[in-house]
């Protein structure tokens, strides 16, 4: 199966500053899938992008699509305390493998 | 709710007993995937169906671990003879194709 790999494993930022992660994979993909998990939960979707180069927006969250098909990022503007979490990228099709995560810490 | 359903949330049981989880997921959605996650770790792919077809299996998926999904719509996981490395959260998900919703899965811990 493809492999994906995300950066920075982890990131500890100050509340309002601004956050981007990434994510890469060795395969081509139709759709790329960005998640958050917080402790003792399932991850939840945040969002999905369909088309390469594509620029998604979701509140304070932008995702896009590498025009290679093989990445993405996400960005989180002015983050607040509860955007704490596992931010994970999946990508479809096939068996819809994850990367290792992202780990935001915000100090308010 | 109609949400990706996961029965039980917790589970412990003794080494060398089987269990059987169960993901009911979203109606209508065609795609099914379980996953195993340990602490600190990503979700590890286990296997996914397509309708009741499983379309693939990790190779993580000892001859102890094995899924079902008659007639295509909820799931079963079963592991059998379970180890102390078996603890670990077990989530489901369900897709119509273009994206994918978890339940919330269930943590099993063996002792």
């Known amino acids: 199966g493809q492999q994906l790999n995300q950066s920075p494993q982890s990131m500890f930022i100050q509340e309002g500053e601004d956050v981007s992660m990434n994510c890469t994979s060795s395969s081509i993909f139709n759709t790329w899938l960005w998640y958050k998990q917080e402790p003792g939960e399932g991850p939840v979707l945040l969002i999905a992008?369909?088309?390469?180069?594509e620029l998604t927006s979701n509140g304070r969250l932008t995702a896009q699509f590498g025009i290679t098909r093989k990445d993405s990022f996400l960005n989180i503007s002015a983050s607040i305390p509860s955007d704490v979490g596992i931010y994970f990228c999946?990508?479809?099709?096939?068996?819809?493998?994850f990367g290792a995560g992202t780990r935001l810490t915000v100090k308010p | 709710d109609t949400g990706v359903s996961q029965d039980p949330r917790h589970k412990i049981t003794k080494r060398g007993q089987n269990v059987t989880f169960r993901c009911d997921p979203i109606s209508e959605h065609n795609r099914l995937y379980w996953y195993r996650q340990t602490l600190g770790q990503g979700p590890e792919f286990l296997t996914y169906?397509?309708?009741?077809?499983?379309?693939?299996k990790s190779r993580l998926l000892s001859d102890r671990f094995s899924a079902e999904r008659p007639k295509g719509s909820f799931s079963t996981l079963e592991i059998q003879r379970t180890e102390q490395g078996d603890s670990a959260m077990y989530l489901c998900?369900?897709?119509?194709?273009?994206?994918?919703?978890f339940g919330q899965g269930t943590r099993l811990t063996v002792v």
């Open positions: 169906f397509q309708n009741e077809a499983q379309l693939e």
């Open positions: 998900a369900s897709s119509p194709g273009f994206e994918a919703f």
């Open positions: 992008l369909y088309k390469a180069g």
């Open positions: 999946a990508g479809l099709p096939g068996d819809m493998r």
